[in-house]
């Protein structure tokens, strides 16, 4: 601990006793006090690095804990951020966002209707679903009966997450993607069944619209990052 510099009176006298005093020795060149400026900015200089420290720590500490809104841009990217991968949507989501209800509400609708997910334009190659549940890639080819159904258990999924004050993901929250659903299941038997549909990875955000490969513009898609 640095000492205070003396006080000037008492650089004059040392106090024996009340009555008595003698002479404080006078050093041979004058004592140097520090400017009060310099203690000044000194003192605030460890106060500043005091309070620093803790801050530090709090800041780091509050945003290694801070749930993330999206889940990144790669499968491990989405695992590092422990996100969960949902087919129904084709979606890697924060758990805020995740439905595992629908989900698995799903899964067993299209094993019983042995509705598949291919690797080839052909839809010869069928991906065991195991694979499909891991969210590698950029996707896989289904049919348009598939498509239907994922639309309808993500209305299903939209709904109860309204229901139940929960987040929407970025994928399902704007109008355009119910409307665009509707449009789907509105059709009549044989639409688009000739015709091959990629289901791809999709990264969303949560609690807002947009994400990373979520829409596709013009019949262009993925696109990157969104915020429509």
């Known amino acids: ?63 290694q804990s801070q749930p993330y809104n999206q889940c990144g841009t790669t499968a491990a990217e989405a695992r590092s951020r422990n996100c969960v991968f949902e087919t129904t949507g084709f979606t890697w989501l924060p758990s805020a966002c995740a439905d595992p209800t629908t989900e698995a509400e799903f899964l067993a609708y299209i094993e019983k209707e042995r509705l598949e997910l291919y690797r080839d334009v052909n839809y010869t190659d069928v991906v065991p679903i195991e694979e499909v549940r891991r969210g590698e890639g950029k996707g896989f080819f289904v049919t348009q009966a598939y498509h239907i159904t994922h639309c309808l258990f993500l209305l299903k999924k939209l709904h109860r997450a309204v229901n139940e004050g929960r987040l929407l993901d970025g994928q399902i929250m704007p109008a355009h993607h119910t409307e665009h659903c509707v449009e789907m299941a509105l059709k009549g038997p044989g639409f688009k069944e000739g015709v091959v549909q990629l289901s791809y990875t999709k990264f969303p955000y949560c609690g807002r619209v947009g994400g990373f490969d979520v829409l596709w513009r013009d019949g262009v898609g993925p696109l990157g990052w969104t915020t429509e």
């Open 1 to 63: 601990m640095n000492s205070s510099p003396p006080d000037p009176e008492e650089a004059q006298t040392t106090l024996i006793n009340p009555q008595k005093y003698k002479p404080y020795p006078v050093p041979s060149s004058p004592l140097r006090f520090s400017s009060p400026l310099n203690v000044l900015a000194t003192t605030l200089l460890i106060l500043t690095l005091i309070l620093l420290i803790p801050l530090t720590y709090l800041i780091t500490t509050q945003s």
